[in-house]
């Protein structure tokens, strides 16, 4: 794990107000980061973590719930759950219900029965388009329950 500089700090900032909701009101002042191969790096606060896929694309980590309250969710049936929380893009037949979102807004994925928070993903139409289509995939998949992500914030906490 690595400190990141004043300047990069500044950039992801940048970028956050940018891209996510207007209803988060972001700062910070001290970031580390954990890179991995091929996947981005995590971000790590003093009370947030993150995930930085690109450079202009950072996503919030699925524990952070008090930020993924703030993104729109789709609804997945539980004959998706073991595809998306095995990376899959969400498709259109598996998705039970949806919030409003543009495209390419982050959108969370969550599961029909217990409501919990399987993946995060990017959104490849908006809202109407989705709801008018019957099949293909609708959300590419970032970040998910058992990711390499995931994987090391466990490890992180220990």
């Not at 970031?31 to 896929?53: H, P, Y």
């Not at 202009?56 to 980590?61: A, C, N, S, W």
């Not at 309250?69 to 998705?95: E, L, Q, S, T």
């Not at 982050?106 to 599961?111: E, P, Q, T, Y």
Request: glycine share 6%; with cysteine; proline share 3%.
């Amino acid at each position: 794990m690595y400190s990141l500089s004043k300047r990069e700090i500044r950039q992801i900032s940048e970028c956050i107000r940018d891209t996510w909701p207007k209803s988060i009101k972001w700062t910070t002042k001290n970031l580390k980061a954990i890179s991995t191969e091929k996947n981005g790096r995590l971000l790590v606060g003093d009370d947030f973590t993150l995930i930085q896929k690109e450079e202009q694309l950072i996503v919030p980590h699925l524990t952070e719930l008090t930020l993924l309250g703030h993104f729109p969710n789709v609804i997945v049936d539980m004959g998706a759950v073991k595809f998306v929380c095995n990376g899959a893009n969400v498709m259109r037949p598996g998705i039970t219900y949806l919030d409003e979102f543009k495209q390419s807004d982050l959108v969370i994925v969550k599961d029909e029965k217990h409501r919990k928070s399987l993946a995060i993903g990017i959104s490849l139409f908006d809202a109407e388009s989705t709801r008018n289509f019957e099949r293909g995939p609708v959300i590419t998949n970032l970040h998910y329950v058992g990711d390499v992500f995931w994987e090391l914030k466990k490890e992180i906490r220990n």
